[in-house]
């Protein structure tokens, strides 16, 4: 059943039930019908088929119009957010053919103009490959996936009407649900929670971006507004308490890997699920049933496949053993296969369709999961994987890790310099976390479930990680935030415990701490010596490190040096 057959039927079975609800207006099914519906004869008047509409992304009832309006006409959109940069949005323009753009009025009717003059093309600049597209399209978005380099993915809306239906079916949505949308207009993750509710006669709540602030705002929002659905990011999850007055009934964690502590604190008001998707192949493509805590202390699976694809795991190493089926662990990337695969990245020319030959059968994620006891878990993102000292490391692998400690809620492993400079490259394994685990503790911990090459040198507790507007961890950020500067304390001893605590995490590092059970390695080792002979002592050298105990023998025995 397409996407409007489906729309339609709720509207028949549900005409007076609420279709959408904004912080000021309740709108029943069968007046939206009559939005959408005049919407769609506009713009079946105005463009012609196959060619694309954009629509302005702001939160409220006309977005939804425009979108739904879009899709009963047959029409392909793009959605255009006008705080993006004026470049940006010029480049979509002028490479999707966009003449007309949907705009809200302030009681929710829409209306087509022209595109803003600062984003027009001329007509001769106008791109082509989109016209040599087979089959009908159901909208483009633009992705920069992890090249920083923006694509144009063009999906098709056949396998969209798949995922939705499956979704439906398993998040059980029905008449009585309310489902939060959530995610900006701008990413794919919106088309899922919008569909799945406007298709089985629910109703879709539409609030601006301050009510869906994660923490007290959400968490207000999710109470006030009955919230019965929601798919949200891992930063929403951890920063926002689940309550009694909610009436969640089904949570998705999207858009990042779901930690063991989420599960834990959500699965106690809804059930939780895990979804995993690309914007490359229609959205979402695994979906968990309700997690149990007590299996998902050692990582949260990805989930059984929805809508219409499949998957395997190609393999990344040379030499590396097919898979078994004795219960052993398989490592590879993620593969995705058939008809939600989309229809490529639209660029200058022409569409260039997926796939090693071309051929739009397959799509390489560049995600590596481990395939273990018949479940699918997330590792880490292929081009996140680094070299360090010899040995190549997976950081989400090491992130789970740290995260089936007790009381760690949230970690993000880096590779930097012990010093901050970038100019000295990366010599240090660096773990940030969210939690009240002890540093001490939490070393103890891994240095019983990993090997040594793979134990960060710093664990740093951190009050709060920071999140891009997508909900993505920012680790430049993070990075950033962690520059070696002068230690604003008194004494020299007191100067060598901070730098300590610097280079290792331990904030509260004393006299009697040996540097290497705190963490410290080679290269902060020789970082810590040079500062030594900063503060002084001339004569200290890296064997004074490695000989002496604690921190009280070697500043003990350099002040004797020293005399």
């Not at 940069?85 to 003449?99: I, P, Q, T």
């Not at 007309?100 to 022209?114: E, H, K, P, Q």
């Not at 040198?457 to 920071?466: G, I, M, N, Q, T």
């Amino acid at each position: 059943m397409s996407l409007i057959h489906a729309f339609e039927r709720a509207l028949r079975e549900n005409p007076d039930g609420a279709a959408v609800r904004t912080a000021d207006r309740t709108v029943c099914y069968r007046e939206f019908d009559k939005l959408s519906q005049v919407f769609a004869e506009d713009l079946r008047a105005e463009v012609a088929p196959g060619g694309f509409v954009g629509i302005e992304a702001s939160k409220g009832l006309g977005a939804i119009t425009a979108m739904i309006g879009a899709l009963r006409a047959r029409r392909p959109f793009v959605f255009l957010d006008s705080r993006d940069s004026v470049a940006s949005n010029s480049e979509k323009v002028r490479l999707l053919g966009v003449r007309r753009l949907a705009r809200s009025r302030d009681d929710g009717d829409v209306y087509l103009t022209d595109v803003p003059e600062a984003w027009r093309a001329d007509e001769s600049d106008l791109a082509r490959g989109v016209l040599d597209v087979e089959g009908e399209l159901c909208y483009a978005i633009h992705t920069s996936g992890s090249t920083g380099e923006p694509k144009c993915v063009l999906v098709r809306p056949a396998p969209l009407a798949a995922v939705v239906r499956d979704h439906v079916e398993r998040l059980s949505v029905g008449p009585d649900s309310r489902t939060l949308q959530f995610a900006r207009l701008t990413f794919d993750g919106c088309m899922t929670e919008i569909l799945w509710t406007l298709t089985a006669g629910a109703c879709l709540v539409v609030l601006d971006e301050a009510r869906l602030a994660p923490g007290t705002e959400l968490r207000d929002t999710l109470e006030r507004f009955g919230i019965t659905h929601l798919k949200t990011t891992p930063f929403a999850l951890t920063a926002t308490e689940p309550s009694g007055a909610m009436r969640l009934r089904h949570v998705i964690n999207g858009g990042g890997a779901c930690r063991s502590a989420v599960v834990a604190k959500w699965s106690e008001v809804a059930a939780l699920h895990n979804a995993y998707g690309a914007t490359e192949t229609t959205v979402c493509n695994l979906l968990t049933g309700p997690l149990d805590p007590a299996s998902c202390r050692d990582g949260v699976p990805l989930g059984d496949v929805v809508g219409d694809c499949a998957y395997h795991l190609r393999d990344i190493d040379e030499g590396s053993a097919p898979a078994r089926t004795d219960g052993s662990v398989r490592r590879g990337e993620i593969v995705i296969t058939g008809p939600a695969v989309a229809a490529g990245y639209l660029t200058e020319h022409e569409v260039r369709p997926f796939g090693p030959a071309g051929d739009g059968t397959e799509y390489r994620t560049g995600d590596i999961a481990e395939l273990r006891d018949g479940n699918l878990y997330f590792v880490e993102r292929l081009d996140h994987q680094v070299k360090l000292r010899g040995y190549r490391l997976d950081l989400g692998e090491i992130e789970n890790t740290v995260c089936q400690a007790e009381s760690v809620v949230e970690a993000v492993v880096t590779v930097e310099s012990h010093d901050g400079s970038e100019a000295a490259g990366g010599d240090a394994l660096v773990c940030y976390y969210l939690g009240g685990a002890d540093p001490r503790e939490l070393r103890r911990h891994l240095e019983g479930v990993l090997d040594p090459y793979k134990i960060p040198s710093v664990l740093e507790r951190v009050e709060a990680l920071p999140y891009t507007l997508n909900g993505k961890i920012d680790r430049d950020s993070l990075r950033g935030n962690r520059i070696l500067g002068e230690d604003a304390v008194s004494t020299p001893v007191q100067q060598v415990l901070a730098l300590v605590g610097h280079l290792t995490g331990i904030g509260d590092a004393v006299l009697d701490d040996n540097f290497y059970a705190l963490g410290g390695d080679s290269a902060s080792t020789l970082l810590l010596v040079a500062k030594l002979r900063e503060l002084g002592w001339l004569d200290a050298g890296v064997r004074d490190v490695l000989r002496a105990k604690d921190l009280r023998a070697l500043t003990d025995q350099l002040r004797q040096r020293s005399v």
